[in-house]
């Protein structure tokens, strides 16, 4: 939420629909019965969630009052709901929270950013309200490019523009199939030479003109681990 209102700051909502998903339908119901009772009780319950979230998000997000905001608590599969909203909400934007692996298996996560038609942003728990470095990791294909041109259609929506690292990872092909008269650190500089120069097709493809504000690195994966 505190992420959210930082955005809103250069990137003005229009609409925002808040969603929280129970998980495994009907789960008070096998706990406590099938009676009224029972039923009234994952009645409160849903509904005394949803007045916390609702109290939450408000003081949390200033200028509440100028977007158009729904509220949504819903009991079901997490996955196949949140698919659903998007679908029917027509979402431009998914944005979730990210808890680190010690308290989750990021399954969840995981499986939103594999099937969602739209873009999503996953905000960490120890996210600071600052856009100072955009990394945009590519591996020069159209998908990467989409990536490229969201990050810096994002850049220009701030005060002072961040910085936008663009990213390639290679790994070195398996030298001992073949026979070749040259050293590791030669074929690197050919295969660093080679990536580099796709690279500048990629930026003039995806981000003619904008070199200038984009900085390329090339790294081998084992020089990260």
């Given at each position: 939420l505190e992420y959210i209102n930082f955005l809103n700051h250069y990137i003005p909502f229009n609409s925002i629909y808040f969603l929280h998903t129970i998980k495994k339908s009907g789960f008070l119901s096998r706990i406590l019965g099938s009676d009224n009772m029972s039923v009234h009780s994952e009645?409160?319950?849903n509904e005394d969630i949803l007045k916390n979230f609702m109290a939450n998000t408000e003081a949390t997000i200033s200028n509440l009052e100028e977007i158009n905001?729904?509220?949504?608590?819903?009991?079901?599969?997490p996955l196949g709901i949140i698919l659903d909203?998007?679908?029917e909400h027509h979402a431009d934007l998914v944005i979730m929270g990210k808890k680190p692996l010690s308290e989750s298996t990021g399954h969840l996560g995981r499986s939103i950013a594999r099937k969602s038609p739209k873009s999503v942003l996953f905000v960490p728990k120890s996210a600071k309200q600052q856009m100072r470095v955009i990394v945009v990791p590519t591996d020069f294909s159209e998908n990467s490019g989409k990536a490229l041109q969201k990050a810096i259609e994002l850049n220009y929506s701030f005060e002072n523009p961040a910085k936008i690292i663009c990213l390639h990872v290679y790994d070195m092909p398996d030298l001992s199939y073949y026979k070749i008269n040259k050293t590791y650190e030669q074929l690197k500089e050919i295969v660093e030479k080679d990536m580099n120069e796709a690279f500048d097709n990629y930026l003039n493809k995806y981000a003619p003109n904008l070199s200038d504000i984009i900085e390329k690195q090339v790294f081998e994966r084992k020089e990260l681990s």
């Open positions: 009645y409160v319950l905001v729904e509220y949504a608590v819903k009991e079901g599969r909203e998007i679908d």
